[in-house]
């Protein structure tokens, strides 16, 4: 059967089954894989172009239950049949001193990535990089890996340097606008410990560069032996 014979589901089963998304992206903080909504577009606009159909994303507030959420809508279409799928993602409850633009634009990138991965039926597997929701217990489990690596990193700067590791850690999130810990939401976890991770780098390159043996700029001479009188 050619290509123009296939129909609309032939089409769309086509490409679900030939869509590879590889997860290319690495969490630092939590040492695993993932894939975001980016990924997916770029492996699958191939494969739409050469079926000739039209892949649109939309997004919509919706407040529920007091909560701000973001309806992400993924619609395929060949011009005549289309297929719509939904999917949520919550905003988060408080950024301090962050835009409002970037909550929503945060959980707009999830939800269109969930959006994607249920028009395209790719299986998310045990991937750790979710939008912290109602459950409670993934949430928990990345903010317990988060405290853990941050705590870790800092009081090896402290080590290295010297310096109160209160001061650092201080020092760290008040660089990226947070006044404690418990600020930092998970979108993010990444950039905080990325940072911190350059931090003992830097120190590390501080003691070899400081503990370098420094040359005599004047040069011993040697001693001789003179016997007077002789």
Same mark, same amino acid.
């Given at each position: 059967?050619?290509?123009?014979?296939?129909?609309?589901?032939?089409?769309?089963?086509?490409?679900?089954?030939? +869509?590879?998304?590889?997860?290319?992206?690495?969490?630092?903080?939590?040492?695993?894989?993932?894939?975001?909504?980016?990924?997916?577009?770029?492996?699958? =606009?191939?494969?739409?172009?050469?079926?000739?159909?039209? +892949?649109?994303?939309?997004?919509?507030?919706?407040?529920?239950?007091?909560?701000?959420?973001?309806?992400?809508?993924?619609? +395929?279409?060949?011009?005549?049949? +289309?297929?719509q799928v939904?999917?949520?993602?919550?905003?988060?409850?408080?950024?301090?001193?962050?835009?409002?633009?970037?909550?929503?634009?945060?959980?707009?990138?999830?939800?269109? =990535?969930?959006?994607?991965?249920?028009?395209?039926?790719?299986?998310?597997?045990?991937?750790?990089?979710?939008? /912290?929701?109602?459950?409670?217990?993934?949430?928990?489990?990345?903010?317990?890996?988060?405290?853990?690596?941050?705590?870790?990193?800092?009081?090896?700067?402290?080590?290295?340097?010297?310096?109160? /590791?209160?001061?650092?850690?201080?020092?760290?999130?008040?660089?990226?606008?947070?006044?404690s810990l418990?600020?930092?939401?998970?979108?993010?976890?990444?950039?905080?410990?990325?940072?911190? =991770?350059?931090?003992?780098?830097?120190?590390?390159?501080?003691?070899?560069?400081?503990?370098? /043996?420094?040359?005599?700029?004047?040069?011993?001479?040697?001693?001789?032996?003179?016997?007077?009188?002789?």
């Amino acid at each position: 059967m050619s290509e123009s014979e296939l129909t609309f589901n032939q089409k769309l089963i086509k490409i679900q089954a030939e +869509l590879k998304v590889p997860k290319s992206n690495y969490s630092d903080f939590g040492g695993y894989n993932f894939r975001n909504a980016e990924d997916i577009l770029k492996a699958v =606009k191939p494969h739409n172009q050469n079926h000739g159909l039209l +892949l649109t994303l939309t997004d919509m507030p919706i407040f529920m239950d007091g909560r701000f959420y973001i309806k992400a809508t993924a619609t +395929l279409t060949d011009g005549k049949d +289309l297929l719509q799928v939904e999917a949520y993602a919550r905003e988060a409850d408080a950024k301090p001193k962050m835009d409002d633009s970037q909550v929503t634009g945060s959980a707009s990138s999830y939800a269109r =990535k969930y959006a994607l991965q249920g028009l395209y039926l790719i299986d998310d597997g045990v991937d750790s990089d979710s939008l /912290p929701n109602d459950e409670g217990d993934n949430e928990s489990q990345m903010r317990t890996e988060f405290t853990n690596y941050f705590n870790q990193y800092v009081q090896e700067v402290a080590n290295i340097s010297g310096t109160d /590791p209160k001061i650092i850690a201080a020092n760290i999130l008040g660089k990226h606008d947070y006044d404690s810990l418990d600020q930092v939401t998970p979108d993010f976890y990444q950039q905080i410990i990325g940072y911190t =991770k350059v931090m003992v780098k830097k120190a590390e390159q501080k003691t070899k560069s400081n503990n370098k /043996p420094v040359a005599d700029p004047k040069p011993q001479q040697e001693t001789k032996s003179f016997t007077w009188g002789k």
